[in-house]
């Protein structure tokens, strides 16, 4: 009875050790880039909730002379963590879906479809994307007075810029991806690609907008440097409130790329 209860073991051992196995070199660089994508971006988003849920009623609160005492101090440290988080967020999310979403799909249309497209072609075509909406962004909010007194008005602007954008995205992705009349663009394509252009412009946004015009404020407020002119709080309060609302639709379509959703074909 002992040598037949064992005489399975072999085969046991054979199928526990295709189950559990040590990462390769290029399957810990994937998991590398996941991680360090999700620990960035839960820092970066954190904080972008903390400052538009917690901070912005919390300030109003606030005398002149509490400001002076707490706020260089205080924000001066969230708003470090803040705009590097997005940095590193981004960064980290562009290299995992440039080396292994965008690549896959592009090798499958070179070598299935006998296509001939070219990645990185097609990544610095999609980036032109996100800069150009924080181009046309930055210049309303800094030029245009008139569409950013109201906020539902600036809000308006906003969506009709992002939808418009979104559906160029969706246009691009279809129209470069096809060869000989059939699309190889997969949905995590799609998503991601959509998805991370709404990060891209939000990490614009934070240092662009959100972080020269905070440093300026919280150096007048520690009197290290001039008066800081009215109309920069403002200016750095609509950043961050679009980057707030603007993060809802990008974790969407982040959480559609892993297939409980698919909105984008195959």
Not at 1 to 16: C, K, N, Q, R
Not at 35 to 64: E, R, T
Not at 78 to 92: C, H, I, K
Request: net charge positive; aromatic share 16%.
């Amino acid at each position: 009875m002992l040598i037949e209860s064992t005489a399975h073991l072999p085969i046991s051992l054979a199928m526990l050790q295709e189950l559990f196995h040590p990462p390769t070199a290029q399957d810990f660089l994937r998991i590398f880039f996941r991680w360090f994508h999700f620990v960035a971006g839960i820092m970066w988003i954190g904080l972008l909730y903390f400052f538009n849920v917690v901070n912005v009623p919390v300030q109003k609160a606030l005398d002149a002379d509490t400001k002076k005492k707490v706020n260089p101090d205080l924000l001066g440290r969230a708003l470090w963590y803040f705009r590097w988080g997005a940095v590193v967020t981004v960064l980290a999310g562009f290299a995992y879906f440039a080396m292994y979403i965008l690549k896959t799909d592009v090798a499958n249309a070179n070598n299935l479809g006998r296509g001939n497209l070219s990645l990185w072609f097609i990544l610095f075509a999609w980036l032109t994307y996100p800069i150009f909406l924080f181009i046309v962004e930055f210049l309303i909010i800094k030029k245009v007075p008139a569409l950013t007194k109201d906020g539902r008005i600036f809000a308006i602007v906003m969506i009709l810029l992002v939808a418009f954008v979104t559906w160029g995205l969706i246009r691009f992705y279809t129209a470069m991806m096809t060869v000989e009349g059939q699309s190889w663009a997969s949905n995590k394509t799609y998503s991601i690609g959509i998805g991370g252009a709404y990060g891209f412009l939000m990490m614009l946004n934070v240092w662009g907008i959100i972080w020269p015009n905070n440093k300026r404020i919280l150096a007048a407020l520690a009197g290290t440097g001039p008066a800081a002119a009215p109309e920069l709080a403002r200016q750095a309060f609509l950043a961050s409130r679009t980057n707030a609302w603007l993060s809802l639709p990008m974790l969407l379509f982040m959480a559609t790329s892993h297939g409980d959703w698919v909105a984008f074909g195959r």
